[in-house]
Nanobody, 122 residues
Framework: QTQLVESGGGSVQAGGSLRLSCVAS????????IGWFRQAPGKEREGVAV???????SYEDSVKGRFTISRDNAKNTLYLQMNSLKPEDTGMYSC????????????????WGQGTQVTVSS
């Protein structure tokens, strides 16, 4: 059974940092493109950062230079280090996985986590 379980969300002031974690289990471990999506109130869900099984990464333009995605294959865990957070980073962050490289679009996602809330205040 494939499962994605996130942790690490919370509330922080602008300029602060948070680290999200996602423990992946089941068939996706180490073999799928896996990453983070977010959805703010009233907005569509968008891909934030993804990492392929070979370690290559993709980022949404607004987070480049501030967010870093990484994966620890031995622990089946995905991380998102978020620095210099801005109020517009606020949203529900979900761990997601799909079988295709560069899975930055929700249409390519096969599995979703429950999500963890990130709130950045100004």
């Amino acid at each position: 059974q494939t499962q994605l379980v996130e942790s690490g969300g919370g509330s922080v002031q602008a300029g602060g940092s948070l680290r999200l974690s996602c423990v992946a289990s089941g068939v996706i471990a180490n073999r799928y493109c896996i990453g983070w999506f977010r959805q703010a109130p009233g907005k569509e869900r968008e891909g934030v950062a993804v990492i392929n099984s070979d370690g290559t990464t993709s980022y949404e333009d607004s987070v480049k230079g501030r967010f870093t995605i990484s994966r620890d294959n031995a622990k089946n865990t995905l991380y998102l280090q978020m620095n210099s957070l801005k109020p517009e980073d606020t949203g529900m962050y979900s761990c997601a996985a799909g079988p295709f490289r560069g899975c930055m679009s929700a249409r390519y996602i096969a599995y979703w986590g429950q999500g963890t809330q990130v709130t950045v205040s100004s």
